[in-house]
């Protein structure tokens, strides 16, 4: 009687679970040690009768001298820790800056324009159109004013008009959420990468709201679009000092002066990727703001590879062959890219993941080490670690590149994708509209983390890690508020123009 084949092992046992079970063993290890310990102290000292435990406790001579002293020791001690650990800053709450329709730029608009702007250029034409079809945004992203014309007028009045514009209607909207008044802003920064006028933009916010005189302002340029992630850290160093305090986060980037005009391909990309966006966020170190903060900042780890020529060089602001000023992105960008994000992992990585995942990397680390450097690496399981993911929306190769590398699911990278179709890239205030999709979807809930990752010329990757104060209800305004039920969409790999 021929024998029946021996089941597969992956068929016959759960790995899922096998997996399930070892990384609960891991994790809790010190817990599960201790309790059989305890659990045979309390069998022993229930065998014990009454006399036997009073004979214990009398057998076990105190010295006044020696207790005072281990109290002042242990009083001593708690007081240093609790005078030297960092003060808790939340995120109070944060606004993003809806464009009106009345800038948006549809497929068709983009294009006409292109061909009327650079109708002695043919194929700069045709390769924006192939750029655009798998760029991965949608028809409704937006340019300012100033772009709309043609041929664009970007002057100094229109590229004020438009930081105006897109600073002041998130603040507004910051102030009429969170009900603070500009005269209690104790802290304001702003950075914006390409747009850097004299007075600062941070100079033309305290004009506007009419802000102390004694405020710490600071105004960032040139630090791409890991910008925001870069005043976060700024904010949190700084409310480290100054207790009690409020501070004005302010993400945007101008892009009225900024449109290439000439015809490098390396430079057009720019053009069909970013579009107009800005985010106001308000950070506090107030113990009154705990409970009406949304979320808890945790950990900021910054990466910054500009030793490197080649990552210097990736995102780099020149001149063309006819004297035409743009931004060239580089081929190497996306291997660069990954080079960052790998360096950032590795610090982040001790801070926010479970034991069982270090465990696991520093085994497969060891073993490559050693016996077999040709060993695949263990790429550890951030979703162990994180409950949502907000991917700098910079491109669709962006996000297809960490989604690979970070082994996430299409739901983990659909607020990446969805702002990226409905915003375009809107540089560093692109991680707040992916925040707010989240919470427009009403999936943030308390105790939740979130992991922020950010990309900059330089070039830098930045990594912040939030925890959620309270479950967030749906909100009613906000970016997403006109649209959120049609999302998410399919996104096509082609879109034929």
């Known amino acids: 009687m021929p024998q029946a084949p021996m089941p597969e092992f992956s068929n016959s046992v759960k790995l899922k679970y096998v997996k399930l079970g070892y990384q609960y063993l891991v994790n809790h290890f010190l817990g599960l040690l201790l309790i059989p310990i305890m659990a045979v102290i309390a069998v022993e000292l229930l ?11 009398n057998s076990l001579h105190f010295d006044l001298i020696q207790v ?18 960092p003060r808790t800053v939340y995120l109070v709450d944060y606004s993003c800056y809806k464009p009106p329709v009345t800038c948006r730029v549809p497929f068709a608009t983009f294009m006409e324009h292109s061909r009327l702007i650079l109708k002695d250029k043919p194929k700069s034409v045709e390769f924006q159109m192939r750029i655009l079809e798998r760029s991965g945004l ?30 002041f209607t998130a603040m507004d909207d910051l102030f009429k959420k969170t009900g603070l008044k500009p005269k209690d802003i104790d802290i304001l920064i702003v950075n914006c990468s390409l747009f850097s006028p004299t007075p600062s933009l941070s100079a033309m916010v305290i004009n506007k709201y009419k802000l102390r005189s004694n405020i710490r302002s600071f105004n960032l340029s040139g630090m791409g679009c890991s910008a925001g ?66 979320y808890k900042l ?22 063309d062959k006819e004297r035409h000023v743009g931004i060239n992105l580089s081929k190497d960008l996306m291997a660069i890219a990954g080079e960052a994000l790998k360096a950032n992992i ?71 994708r969805m702002t990226l179709h409905r915003f375009g890239n809107t540089s560093s205030s692109s991680l707040w509209y992916e ?16 992991w922020q990752i950010a990309f900059g010329s330089g070039f830098k990757c930045n990594s912040a890690v939030w925890k959620c104060n309270r479950t967030i209800k749906t909100p009613k305004d906000g970016p997403w508020s006109d649209c959120i039920d049609r999302y998410p969409v399919f996104i096509p790999e082609v879109v034929k123009l």
């Open 138 to 167: 949608g028809e409704e992203t937006c340019l300012p004013p100033a772009i709309h014309y043609i041929p664009p007028t970007p002057t100094m009045d229109a590229a004020r008009s438009e930081a105006q514009m897109v600073i």
């Open 68 to 85: 005072l002293c281990s109290s002042f020791f242990v009083i001593f001690i708690s007081t240093v820790y609790f005078m030297s650990k």
């Open 346 to 416: 590795t610090t982040i990585g001790p801070l926010v993941l479970p034991a069982s995942e270090q465990l696991l990397f520093l085994s497969s680390l060891i073993g490559r080490k050693i016996f077999n450097p040709k060993w695949k690496p263990y790429i550890p399981d951030f979703k162990l670690a994180f409950e949502h993911f907000c991917i700098h929306a910079g491109g669709r190769a962006v996000i297809d590149e960490l989604q690979k590398n970070l082994q996430l699911s299409g739901e983990h990278v659909e607020a990446s």
């Open 435 to 450: 925040l707010s999709y989240i919470e427009s979807k009403g999936r943030m809930r308390r105790g939740d983390r979130v």
């Open 47 to 57: 065998r014990m009768g009454p006399e036997e435990i009073l004979n214990l406790w």
């Open 229 to 294: 992630l870069i005043s976060v850290d700024l904010a949190r160093d700084l409310l480290q000092v100054h207790p009690n305090s409020n501070a004005i986060i302010v993400s945007t980037e101008i892009i009225t002066p900024n449109y290439y005009k000439g015809n490098e391909r390396a430079m057009l990309l720019p053009n069909c990727l970013f579009r107009m966006g800005s985010a106001a966020i308000l950070m506090s170190n107030r113990r009154s703001d705990r409970w009406r903060a949304k």
């Open 298 to 319: 945790c950990h900021l780890v910054r990466t910054h590879r500009g030793a490197d020529d080649k990552s210097y060089y990736c995102v780099y602001e020149q001149e």
